[in-house]
């Protein structure tokens, strides 16, 4: 993992800092650095000391955590405009989840200690941060009902659809191939299904036109129906 320094303005593109004064951007950006991730080298590990977070600007990270039985358990896909590790500037306990690079990767990392003299001198960080975290608390809650709410074709749809948004390359027609491959294994973790229930819903939309395959990589074939299938 390499480490380098960069112009502070790359700060607002982050949704964490976003909306900040350039001012504050500019003295947050004076302790933070960037990082370089290759594929498939990790930037955390869960119980690792939490000491600071990460905003990203380019490549996909896999957050996931390991079950009781060896397991691993994807928990979200996350990519530019994303900041991981946000909570340890608060709270300092132990990180939560493993974090994977499943594309290269560049991120601005703020240690916890740096983010703290910066703040209580510009108290005004301490409020945007409640706002942004109230606001992505008020989404999970959201979330965790649709879940509960959605049955499993609902779900499925939900993560194609993100998968496509991290992973997609756009064909013709409107239709978007996910150029990462996933197990159906993995895809049932992600909606907290059986795998062999994903198999059949799978199945049954490839007769319906709306998934296929192709050199093993998923292809939505109409995001607007799947789309669709997510409302409740």
């Keep these: 993992m390499s480490v380098r320094h960069f112009d502070g303005s790359i700060l607002s593109s982050s949704a964490l800092f976003a909306g900040l004064e350039r001012g504050t951007l500019d003295r947050l950006a004076r302790y933070s650095r960037l990082v370089s991730l290759e594929k498939n080298q990790r930037l955390f590990e869960k119980d690792d000391p939490s000491d600071g977070c990460y905003a990203i600007f380019e490549g996909i990270l896999k957050v996931s955590i390991t079950s009781s039985d060896g397991q691993e358990v994807l ?3 996350l990519g530019a405009g994303d900041v991981i590790g946000e909570m340890g500037l608060i709270d300092a306990q132990p990180r939560s989840a ?5 594309k290269p990767c560049t991120l601005a990392y703020l240690a916890s200690r740096d983010f703290k003299h910066v703040a209580d001198a510009n108290p005004v960080i301490y409020v945007h941060m409640l ?3 109230a606001a992505r608390l008020r989404t999970s809650n959201e ?3 649709m879940q509960l709410l959605l049955p499993l074709r609902g779900r499925l749809a939900q993560v194609f659809l993100r998968l496509a948004e991290g ?4 064909l013709e027609g409107g239709r978007v191939l996910i150029r990462q491959k996933f197990t159906q294994l993995e895809l049932a973790r992600m909606t907290g299904s059986a795998r062999e229930n994903v198999n059949r819903q799978i199945k049954q939309w490839k007769r319906e036109h709306l998934v296929s395959r192709i050199s093993s990589y998923y292809c939505l074939e109409n995001t607007g129906k799947l789309r669709q299938l997510t409302e409740l």
Excluded: D, K, V
């Design 131 to 133: 706002e942004i975290l």
């Design 167 to 170: 992973f997609g390359e756009p």
């Design 143 to 145: 979330t965790a009902t």
């Design 75 to 77: 928990l979200a896909m």
């Design 98 to 102: 493993t974090a994977t690079a499943l």
